[in-house]
């Protein structure tokens, strides 16, 4: 029994070391945080803030207070274009996730957006 029990064990430990998945959120690189109808949405370490408002995803229960906040893997997601002209643009192997005028909480575009891209 303790011979099967310790090699349970190690084939648990041993998938559980090599196993690192790319994208942890089900909906991608991106997944949105706080719940209706007292929201306080906010990220995580190792997470970049893609976008900020009271409603989320589309068809989710709108927020009384606070807001939801579309939260995006560091790993998988970086802010493009910087101020005052942004005019930002993915590069090839990247999607367009989100787009603001102070998209990364620096400075913000006189002229063209920041652009939120993850690679695809």
Not at 23 to 28: E, K, L, N, P, Y
Not at 41 to 62: D, I, L, M, W
Not at 105 to 119: H, I, N, P, Q
């Amino acid at each position: 029994m303790r011979a099967m029990l310790t090699s349970v064990m190690f084939s648990c430990l041993f998938a559980v070391g090599f196993m690192v998945p790319t994208t942890v959120f089900a909906d991608g690189p991106c997944q949105w945080r706080g719940q209706a109808p007292f929201c306080n949405g906010s990220c995580q370490p190792g997470e970049t803030v893609g976008e900020r408002n009271k409603q989320g995803p589309a068809g989710s229960k709108k927020c009384t207070t606070g807001t939801k906040v579309k939260c995006c893997l560091n790993s998988i997601c970086t802010w493009r274009g910087k101020a005052p002209l942004c005019n930002a643009k993915c590069q090839k192997n990247e999607d367009v996730t989100a787009e603001s005028k102070d998209g990364d909480g620096g400075a913000t575009c006189a002229t063209g957006k920041k652009k939120l891209c993850c690679k695809d």
